[in-house]
């Protein structure tokens, strides 16, 4: 027993940080029905429906299926890198940047070592990593601080992304200099060199769309197995275009067109009975998570020494305490932690997103490249974390200075 309880404390740090600090606050304000009102009930809605409707879509596979007809188009190692980076970037922005990661890092070892690239390994995994905490930036849904700060704000989703779109934008065009500089050594490729393909691959394709495998790799033994691939293939795009919808009516929630708890209900109802085992894959302890901060925020809110103490620090310093808070606690505890304090969402928004680039706790989402890199060569991680430091703190420069000549 003990050694779960270790394990899960080491798994879910920051949850058990957040829980412990929301009953440290219960000795100095007494729990009761007010602490109902501390929750943004609205926010926790939205994020249990996308990561319902994103689990859906990992599940049946569709951003793995995109990533491999877009790979299949690369002729060069320059363009192969670009692909598997900007898969990140641009995916993040709908699908959040540790989906993003959990997709397409394993998606670019896989590719990187069929193609014998494994020298481009700790690059991809880098650029892949920051493309995702930039990327996810655009959005209000791209990552849960932009969710629950956009909520709070109270801005519309236009206005929110106006904020972000400069930084954005200049993110990505350095990721694109970044990418065509370090592959100048580009080298070429071919079908026969990078197989995207392996025959159980094939299972919900067409023998067509197996441009990569010789005919013999998609032919079916029998009749009836092919009828029954067939089938298969045609469960998976019923399955992603029943989630197509559920997805579509969130982003209508996320506008404030449609009530958040009516879809919340849909989307259970639906993936009760379409696919259920979605519910399995749901990260239910980011939501206790948010629910603790919640807590302990409002705890705080009504200790006027302490609000008082914590307003007079953050306001005005909302890009450097973010950033700075981040680097410690990661960016989502950091932006809860700060919301409390100050009304400048604008400010908090882009210090707890830039925040997101620097150590490897600055944005939770980075360890899980970290995690998959130091499983398959834990021998060399050291420098994976150095090289991840470094184009973190640079990328974080470059966006500083972007603010302050902005400004």
């Not at 994103?54 to 951003?63: K, P, S």
């Not at 769309?209 to 998609?218: A, F, K, L, N, S």
């Amino acid at each position: 027993m003990l050694q779960k309880i270790k394990n899960f404390v080491k798994k879910e740090t920051v949850l058990t940080i957040a829980v412990l600090l929301a009953v440290i606050s219960a000795f100095f304000v007494k729990p009761g029905r007010e602490y109902l009102t501390y929750i943004d009930w609205r926010t926790l809605c939205i994020l249990l429906s996308l990561m319902l409707v994103v689990a859906g879509f990992q599940r049946n596979g569709l951003f793995d299926a995109i990533g491999r007809k877009l790979l299949a188009r690369t002729r060069n190692t320059a363009q192969l890198v670009g692909v598997l980076v900007f898969l990140c970037f641009f995916s993040s922005m709908l699908i959040t940047n540790d989906v993003a990661l959990l997709t397409f890092v394993p998606f670019a070892l896989v590719t990187l070592q069929k193609c014998n690239q494994q020298r481009l390994i700790v690059l991809v995994f880098v650029l892949q990593t920051i493309a995702a905490n930039l990327g996810s930036m655009l959005t209000p849904i791209g990552n849960p601080q932009n969710l629950y700060l956009y909520g709070l704000a109270g801005v519309d989703a236009g206005e929110f992304m106006s904020w972000m779109l400069p930084y954005t934008a200049f993110s990505g065009l350095l990721l694109l200099v970044v990418v065509f500089v370090l592959s100048a050594r580009r080298q070429k490729l071919s079908p026969e060199d990078c197989a995207y393909e392996t025959p159980e691959d094939c299972a919900y394709e067409t023998p067509e769309d197996c441009v990569h495998e010789t005919p013999g790799d998609c032919a079916y033994e029998t009749p009836e197995e092919e009828v029954h691939e067939s089938r298969k293939k045609n469960v998976v795009y019923k399955k992603n275009a029943v989630y197509l919808v559920l997805f579509v009516l969130s982003l209508l929630v996320v506008a404030r067109l449609i009530p958040c708890y009516a879809v919340l209900a849909v989307i259970l109802v639906t993936v009760f009975f379409v696919d259920r085992a979605v519910f399995g894959e749901v990260d239910y302890c980011l939501l206790l998570t948010f629910i603790a901060f919640f807590i302990f925020i409002g705890n705080m809110g009504n200790l006027p020494a302490v609000r008082d103490t914590l307003q007079s620090l953050v306001c005005g310093r909302e890009l450097g305490i973010g950033i700075a808070a981040s680097q410690i606690v990661s960016n989502v505890p950091a932006a809860l932690l700060l919301s409390g304090f100050t009304s400048d969402y604008k400010s908090l928004t882009l210090g707890v997103n830039f925040g997101g680039l620097g150590t490897l706790i600055a944005s939770m989402a980075s360890l899980i490249s970290y995690k998959i890199y130091a499983h398959n060569y834990n021998k060399t991680k050291g420098i994976y974390l150095l090289c991840f430091t470094i184009a973190n703190l640079l990328f974080l420069a470059a966006l500083v200075l972007l603010y302050v000549f902005a400004s």
